[in-house]
T-cell receptor, first 111, second 117 residues
Framework: KAGVTQTPRYLIKTRGQQVTLSCSPISGHRSVSWYQQTPGQGLQFLFEYFSETQRNKGNFPGRFSGRQFSNSRSEMNVSTLELGDSALYLC??????????FGQGTRLTVV | AQKITQTQPGMFVQEKEAVTLDCTYDTSDQSYGLFWYKQPSSGEMIFLIYQGSYDEQNATEGRYSLNFQKARKSANLVISASQLGDSAMYFCAMREGRDTGFQKLVFGTGTRLLVSP
């Protein structure tokens, strides 16, 4: 059974640009959640999608957005990138109420 | 608000020894779930073990066991017979509402474990 797949693995962007990250969950998992990991702030919850609906959102500015498609794949978008957005972005999928399984993450560097 | 505290920034252990990684939590909820994840240098978060707040038995998964003391609000991870491959960051996390299905995890700051030969 394939695990959670995140693409791309690494990304370098310039301040002011926008970026889209992709997450393909484990087959059958309908919940996808996103986390940002930085050395200073640690792991922080961004948002969660279930059946194409955002049902939970963390404390991040509106520049951070996401969506989920009918096949449960999810994307997150960050607009007007800032240096502080440099982080490891992790995606997790789960069955309803089950354990969250994470992907390998996308490492975003903003220069 | 939920909070997870991991007070050990780093731990050292010799191969084949047991090690305990500490985790305390704070929540006003009666129903919650506690998780431990391992994060090697590659970045992937690997699920290790889960304990529900209503589970009476301590969870065990192979060499991993969770020492759950509800009254003290602690959920320590015990790794028996450490292996060199256990060297990694370990995160304790909590999910509010065990059966809500919502998947918002609150993480601790992590403990870096180094296993020496």
């Amino acid at each position: 059974k394939a695990g959670v797949t995140q693409t791309p693995r690494y990304l370098i962007k310039t301040r002011g640009q926008q970026v889209t990250l992709s997450c393909s969950p484990i087959s059958g998992h309908r919940s996808v959640s996103w986390y940002q990991q930085t050395p200073g702030q640690g792991l922080q919850f961004l948002f969660e999608y279930f059946s194409e609906t955002q049902r939970n959102k963390g404390n991040f500015p509106g520049r951070f957005s996401g969506r989920q498609f009918s096949n449960s794949r999810s994307e997150m978008n960050v607009s007007t990138l800032e240096l502080g957005d440099s982080a490891l972005y992790l995606c997790a999928s789960s069955l309803q109420g089950g354990e969250a399984f994470f992907g390998q993450g996308t490492r975003l560097t903003v220069v | 608000a939920q909070k997870i505290t991991q007070t050990q920034p780093g731990m050292f252990v010799q191969e084949k020894e047991a090690v305990t990684l500490d985790c305390t939590y704070d929540t006003s909820d009666q129903s919650y779930g506690l998780f431990w994840y391992k994060q090697p240098s590659s970045g992937e978060m690997i699920f290790l073990i889960y304990q529900g707040s209503y589970d009476e038995q301590n969870a065990t998964e192979g060499r991993y066991s969770l020492n759950f003391q509800k009254a003290r609000k602690s959920a320590n991870l015990v790794i028996s017979a450490s292996q060199l491959g256990d060297s990694a960051m370990y995160f304790c996390a909590m999910r509010e509402g065990r059966d809500t299905g919502f998947q918002k995890l609150v993480f601790g700051t992590g403990t870096r474990l180094l296993v020496s030969p």
